[in-house]
């Protein structure tokens, strides 16, 4: 009888629980047995551990054969404990000293031939095996993903590269940390937008704070080119912010990208989006597009188009910056700290208020269009920006007062860092006593915004995104406190409060 451990990580979220992989050898019948709540793809690794096995000129034993991946009452799923498992059979028969396996995790599906194969989901298992203090082994083609994380990493092509490296054989060189490029996140430039100055202002707020923010206007007025552009004002992400969220990206199964590695995500759905699709779920369950956007923008065109449902699984998000998604398959925790830009038209056919077209739609159509956004919803955007169809002349002469967004980038850089530094999170963040301490104000500031919650029938959480929307402003400014002309600015720009 002969016993070996290793360890390895469920493909289960961003959390990556860790995985005890126990092999037995016993005497007794040939019998290969896997335990521990394990799924299809598990079982299925007894023929292809067998066949790696015998076609790197292994012998197979002919004992009885028992693994346990615990803890017994997680699911495990995926072919990523092949070569832990052929490796626990091995270590078992000592072909290699089981001391070899402390402190190590071992990643990768097995091919008949005992080659290699990714697997998905590495980037949240190495970063938790990091934090563990242990090394990893991953196939080669997972290597550039795994090294992000700074764990001593090696990637190997096939299970005897393996098992010489554990022998002592023939080392495998560790994995040299990948150099990602940081590209400029400006691509989309501010400067080509002609005209609209307030909607640019509430564009350069709202990066300045992490707001969340709406465009109404007719077809055609820049609305989408001016949300495509956000990312170009946006100051990069931090080194932690780039690995959270390239580890969504992971756990789907998709590339890191090697360019514009610091650069913030823009994830724009289509409105045909289901919820499953827009926040998560299915087997699994999935990260959705919330997700993919954490860090960074979810742009949402055409907003009234899309699924009411789907719309109000937004609500919880938005507030907490995290979604939790409970399915029959599992329940998940998924980070989804985003920042909302979206657009719509002002009504069914989109030209109500257009200078240059007639508006066709009667105003009981005008208010269940706008209906199909429920007030909640909206009561969590912070600035709401009419956007009106720019002069024909501006459009031939060009905008001499248009900016680049590295220019903007710069006054938004200095706003975030005053705001971390004082504060350790942006204003969209702020709450309770923070919230309180960083929106310090006069008297004329509270009776200002009060008759404003008086007369246009704010809610206390519509007031609160007033009050920060204050401070960003302020912080764009450089003043220290917040004057009546930075509330009278922030209230200027939620256009829908004036209709009510």
Known sequence: MS??????????????????????????????????????AVRESKDRVRGALLSSGFDFPQQRITVNLGPADMKKSGGRYDLAIALGILAARKQFPKQALQDLEVYGE???????????????????????????????????????????????????????????????????KACFASTDA??????????????????????AGGHNLLFIGPPGTGKSMLARRLPGILPAMSEAEALETAAIDSMLGLPVALAGWRQRPFRSPHHTASAAA???????????????????????????EFNRNVLEGLREPLESGQISIARAGGQALYPANFQLIAAMNPCPCGFLGDRYADCRCSSERVAAY????????????D?????????????????????????????????????????????????????????AADDECWELLGRAA?????????????????????????????????????????CLDRRT
Not at 189 to 204: C, F, M, N, S, W
């Open 3 to 40: 016993l070996a451990i290793l360890h390895c990580r469920a493909q289960y979220g961003t959390a990556a629980p860790s995985v005890t992989i126990e092999v037995f050898l016993s005497g007794g019948l040939p019998v290969f047995t896997i335990v521990g709540m394990v799924e299809t």
């Open 110 to 176: 097995l091919s008949l031939s005992g080659e290699l194969r990714p697997v998905p989901a590495i980037l949240p298992a190495v970063l938790r095996a990091h934090e563990a203090g242990r090394k990893v082994i991953v196939p080669s083609e997972n290597h550039a993903e795994a090294s992000l994380s700074g764990a001593e990493v090696y990637a190997a092509t096939s299970l005897l590269e393996v098992t010489a490296h554990l022998a002592g054989q023939k080392k495998i060189d560790r994995v040299e």
């Open 186 to 207: 400006a691509s989309n430039d501010l400067i080509d937008v002609r005209g609209q100055q307030l909607a640019k202002r509430a564009l350069e707020i709202a990066a």
């Open 278 to 304: 827009l926040v998560g779920g299915g087997r699994g369950p999935r990260p959705g597009e919330i997700s993919r956007a954490h860090n960074g923008v979810l742009f949402l065109d055409e907003l009234p």
């Open 370 to 381: 706008r209906r199909k956004i429920s007030g909640p919803l909206l009561d969590r955007i």
């Open 383 to 439: 600035l709401h920006v009419e956007v009106a169809r720019p002069a024909t002349e501006l459009l031939r002469t060009g905008d001499s007062q248009g900016e680049t967004s590295k220019q903007v980038r710069s006054r938004v850089e200095q706003a975030w860092a005053l705001q971390l530094r004082q504060r350790g999170i942006n204003n969209a963040r702020l709450k309770g006593d923070a919230l309180a301490a960083a929106c």
């Open 454 to 494: 008086e007369q246009f029938n704010l809610s206390a959480r519509a007031h609160q995104r007033v009050l920060r929307v204050s401070r960003t402003i302020a912080d764009l400014a450089g003043d220290k406190k917040i004057t009546p002309p930075h509330v009278a600015e922030a209230l200027s720009l939620r």
